[in-house]
């Protein structure tokens, strides 16, 4: 009996020390198994980390990107802007010149038809033949008359200006 007691003992203490080896290896799968998780928890974070930076970054740039636009527009209106004024001062320009070549004209078809007239003329005896020249202030009311346009003018530029700065400035804020 004593040898089935020390079998007996035996046996049992086989079974604890299974039961402790299947205990420390449970445990030690558990650790890997939390250790795992954890690394796996670690990475996900590393990735949503990176990926909202890289969202961010993407935005950053969309934004760049667009108040790059924006100011490529401001300033393609403000070039679109100088361009229609300064088209519009050279018209304005243009029809002062003519304007004024045209009243010179008026003015040197009146002398040379006065300067007919008087040719015409026969005057007793070989006197000499004087034509009266025009007033001397003729001249100068024509340049009252344009001076006033040209001011005008400048008024108009200077105010399309200050409006394409103010445009250029809301496009660009």
């Not at 636009?69 to 403000?78: K, P, T, V």
């Not at 001076?147 to 108009?156: A, I, N, S, T």
Request: proline share 2%; aromatic share 2%; hydrophobic share 50%.
């Amino acid at each position: 009996m004593a040898e089935e007691a020390r079998l007996a003992e035996e046996a049992r203490l086989a079974e604890e020390a299974r039961l402790a080896e299947e205990a420390r290896l449970a445990e030690e799968a558990r650790l890997a198994e939390e250790a795992r998780l954890a690394e796996e928890a670690r990475l996900a974070e590393e990735a949503r980390v990176a990926e909202e930076a890289r969202l961010a970054e993407e935005a950053r740039l969309a934004e760049e990107a667009r108040l790059a636009e924006e100011a490529r527009l401001a300033e393609e209106a403000r070039l679109a802007e100088e361009a229609r004024l300064a088209e519009e001062a050279r018209l304005a320009e243009e029809a002062r010149l003519a304007e004024e070549a045209r009243i010179q004209a008026e003015l040197e078809a009146g002398e040379s038809a006065k300067q007919a007239y008087w040719d015409g003329q026969e005057l007793p005896g070989d006197e000499a033949k004087i034509v009266p020249d025009l007033p001397t202030d003729a001249t100068p009311a024509l340049d009252a008359e344009n001076g006033g346009g040209r001011g005008k003018l400048l008024l108009l530029v200077v105010a399309g200006l200050a409006v394409a700065g103010a445009a250029a400035a809301m496009f660009v804020l």
